[in-house]
C-alpha cells in the first residue's frame, strides 16, 4: 500500500452521500492508497487538526441543512473559537449532492468549503456540486456554443514564438519534418523510422527529450464524427461551467475537426468510468443492458475480456454502440474522453554535430490482438505517416531534459548499453563528447541481425576507425543460440573491470524496462566477482555504491 492516507468523510441523510463516499475510498484502494471511510458525526472531530488529505461528501437537505449523522461536526466546525490556521496542515476537497430543483442547491458544501478555506486547509479542488436533476449526476465542465458561421481569421495552425524564450507545452515550436526513413528492411518485422525536424530559429539550444502531442488518424477523426453525427468543419467556443478554464492548447473558435483530430483521446482503452457515463445516454435496450453490466461491480470480468484484452480503442467501442453514440451530447465530450497526452522520445543527435536538428528513432508500435484489426501505437503511427516529400509538415515540439548525467572530465570513460532504439540517446552522447574531444566511449548494442536493425551502422564504423569510440555487438538471431548484450557484458570483464575499477568509468543502460536491465546488472555484478574476486554481496554493494554516486544511471521504457 502507498504511504498515502485518505480520509473519506460523509455526511448522508437518504445514504446516496455514503454511497458516494465508499464508491471514492474503493477508487482510491485501486490506487493502492491507505483509505478510511468514515459518517461525520462517529468521526471524532478533534483529530483533523492531524489528518493530512480528507474528502467530504455531503448531502444537502430540504431547507439548506446539514444532514442528520453530521450535525454534531457541523456545530463542532462553526465554534468562532476556532484558530484561524487550525487546518493549515490540511488538505481537502469537497463533494456536495443536491438538487437544482431546490432554492438553496447544494448550500452545505458551499458553506463547508468556505468554512475550511477560512480554517486555513488547503483545498485541492473547487467545490464539487453534483446535481440529481442532471442526466449524468455533475454537469459538464463545459458548454458548446457553435457559430453560423466559419470564423474570418482561421487560428487553428501552428505559432511560431514571438519571444526568445525557449518553446513550451503551451506554446510548442512548429518544426518542420526534414526526412522520415524507415532504418529497416521492408522485410523486417519491426518498422523502425529515422525522422529529422528542423528546429531553426526555435531558441533550442539544448535538451535531451522532445516532446510532442499526437494526432488521430484522419479515418478515426471523420468514423468518429459520423457515430455522433457532427460535423467537422463546424466551429464553436467554449463556456466553464464551473471555475474550469478552457484548455490551453485548445483554441477558440476551434472547429470539430480540430477538437478531436489534435484533443480528444478517442484511441485510448477507456476505462469503467467511460461506461458508465455511457448508461445515462443509453435508450437502445439491448445496449444499456450491456452498458449496465459493464459499469457493475459483477461485470469486470465481462468488461475485461470486451475491453482491455484485446485493447479495444473508445472509438471502437463507439462503434459497437452506435445508438449510444449516436445519443451523446457534444457538452460531455471533453467529460468523456481524455485530452491526447504529450509522448516523449529520446534525441539522438547532437547540436554540435548537427546544428538547428532534432533526431529521433523510432519503433512504430503494430501488433495483432484477439481483434482483427492490429492494434497501433498513436503516436509512433501518426509520425510514420508523416510525409514531407508530398509537401511541409510541421509537428509542434518541445524540449527537456533528460535523466541521463555525463561526466564532465574529459578523460571519464563512458560505457553505454542500448539495444534496439534504446540507442537513441547514446548516439546523442557519443557526438556530443566526440565534438568535444572526449574519446573514450564504450557503447554495447544489441538487435536481432545484423543485416537488418543494426541502426547508424555506418556512422559506428567510421567513429570506431577516428578512434572515438569502442563498439561491441550482439545479435540474437544471427545464429542458433541467441546472444544478447548481457553476454557481451560478461565477455568483455576485462576492459569493464579496468574502465571502472581503475578509471572511474560511468555506466549507463537505456532500452526496453522488461528483461534487459535486470539482466545487464546481474552481468556486470557476475564481472565484478570475476575480476575484482569479490563476493555476491560485495558485488552488490559496489553496484549501489556506482549508483549512488551517479556512475550507475539507467533510462528505461515499458
Known amino acids: 500500500m502507498s504511504t498515502h492516507a485518505l480520509l473519506v468523510l460523509y455526511g448522508s441523510q437518504t445514504g446516496t452521500a455514503q454511497d458516494t463516499a465508499e464508491r471514492i475510498g474503493r477508487q482510491a484502494q485501486r490506487r493502492w492508497m491507505r483509505v478510511r471511510v468514515e459518517a461525520l458525526d462517529s468521526y471524532n472531530v478533534a483529530n483533523l487538526i492531524s489528518e493530512s488529505l480528507v474528502v467530504f461528501v455531503c448531502a444537502t437537505t430540504g431547507q439548506g441543512d ?36 431546490y432554492p438553496k442547491f447544494n448550500f452545505v458544501a458551499k458553506k463547508l468549503h468556505k468554512r475550511l478555506l477560512l480554517l486555513g486547509a488547503n483545498m485541492l479542488l473547487p467545490v464539487g456540486l453534483a446535481d440529481d436533476q442532471h442526466d449524468l449526476g455533475l454537469p459538464p465542465r463545459y458548454v458548446f456554443h457553435f457559430l453560423d458561421e466559419v470564423p474570418d481569421k482561421q487560428i487553428e495552425h501552428l505559432q511560431t514564438p514571438d519571444n526568445k524564450a525557449p518553446p513550451t507545452p503551451l506554446q510548442p515550436f512548429p518544426a518542420g519534418v526534414v526526412f522520415n526513413q524507415r532504418v529497416t528492411p521492408p522485410s523486417h518485422f519491426q518498422d523502425v523510422r529515422h525522422i529529422e525536424f528542423d528546429i531553426t530559429g526555435s531558441n533550442i539550444h539544448a535538451g535531451d527529450v522532445v516532446m510532442m502531442r499526437p494526432c488521430n488518424a484522419a479515418e478515426d477523426v471523420e468514423q468518429f464524427c459520423q457515430l455522433l ?9 467554449l463556456t466553464p461551467t464551473d471555475s474550469s478554464t478552457v484548455p490551453a492548447h485548445l483554441p477558440q473558435p476551434c472547429s470539430v475537426r480540430f477538437l478531436v483530430e489534435q484533443f480528444l483521446d478517442i484511441s485510448a482503452v477507456p476505462r469503467r468510468s467511460f461506461f458508465e ?8 435496450e439491448l445496449e444499456l443492458d450491456k452498458l449496465l453490466e459493464f459499469s457493475s461491480a459483477q461485470g469486470q470480468d465481462a468488461l475485461h475480456s470486451y475491453c482491455n484484452r484485446p485493447r479495444r480503442t473508445a472509438l471502437e467501442v463507439l462503434a459497437d454502440f452506435p445508438h449510444t453514440a449516436a445519443e451523446l ?22 547540436l554540435l554535430q548537427h546544428p538547428n536538428r532534432i533526431q ?20 509512433s503511427s501518426w509520425l510514420a505517416s508523416l510525409d514531407p516529400s508530398k509537401g511541409d509538415v510541421y509537428v509542434p515540439l518541445w524540449v527537456k531534459e533528460g535523466s541521463l548525467i555525463f561526466p564532465q572530465d574529459p578523460d571519464t570513460p563512458v560505457i553505454m548499453v542500448g539495444p534496439g532504439t534504446g540507442v537513441a540517446p547514446f548516439r546523442s552522447a557519443i557526438q556530443e563528447r566526440a565534438a568535444q574531444g572526449k574519446m573514450a566511449n564504450v557503447l554495447f548494442f544489441g ?78 555484478k557476475e564481472v565484478f566477482q570475476k575480476e575484482g574476486g569479490m563476493s555476491e554481496n560485495q558485488a552488490q554493494e559496489m553496484l549501489d ?10 533510462e528505461t521504457w515499458s
Open 277 to 284: 457515463v455511457l448508461t445515462t445516454f443509453a435508450t437502445n
Open 66 to 101: 446539514p444532514p442528520d449523522n453530521m450535525m454534531k461536526f457541523w456545530r463542532f466546525l462553526f465554534r468562532k473559537s476556532l484558530p484561524a490556521d487550525s487546518l493549515c496542515r490540511l488538505d481537502s476537497a469537497v463533494l456536495g449532492l443536491g438538487d437544482s430543483s
Open 447 to 524: 538487435c536481432r541481425s545484423e543485416s537488418k536493425d543494426l541502426y547508424f551502422r555506418s556512422e559506428w564504423e567510421e567513429k570506431v576507425q577516428a578512434g572515438q569510440m569502442i563498439l561491441v555487438t550482439a545479435f540474437s538471431r544471427d545464429q542458433e543460440e541467441k546472444i544478447y548484450v548481457q553476454h557481451r557484458v560478461k565477455e568483455q570483464s576485462k576492459l569493464l573491470w579496468d574502465l571502472m575499477a581503475k578509471k572511474n568509468a560511468f555506466f549507463y543502460i537505456a532500452g526496453n524496462a522488461k528483461q534487459m536491465p535486470a539482466s545487464v546488472c546481474d552481468a556486470l
Open 329 to 350: 451530447s457534444i457538452d460531455c465530450l471533453l467529460d468523456l474522453f481524455p485530452d491526447i497526452q504529450p509522448r516523449s522520445f529520446s534525441i539522438a543527435s547532437s
Open 229 to 237: 453525427k457532427l460535423g467537422p468543419e463546424r466551429y464553436f467556443t
Open 545 to 554: 555504491a556506482m549508483e549512488k554516486a551517479k556512475r550507475f544511471q539507467s
Open 360 to 379: 529521433i528513432l523510432v519503433a512504430v508500435v503494430k501488433y495483432k490482438s484477439m481483434l482483427f484489426k492490429p492494434r497501433k501505437g498513436l503516436c
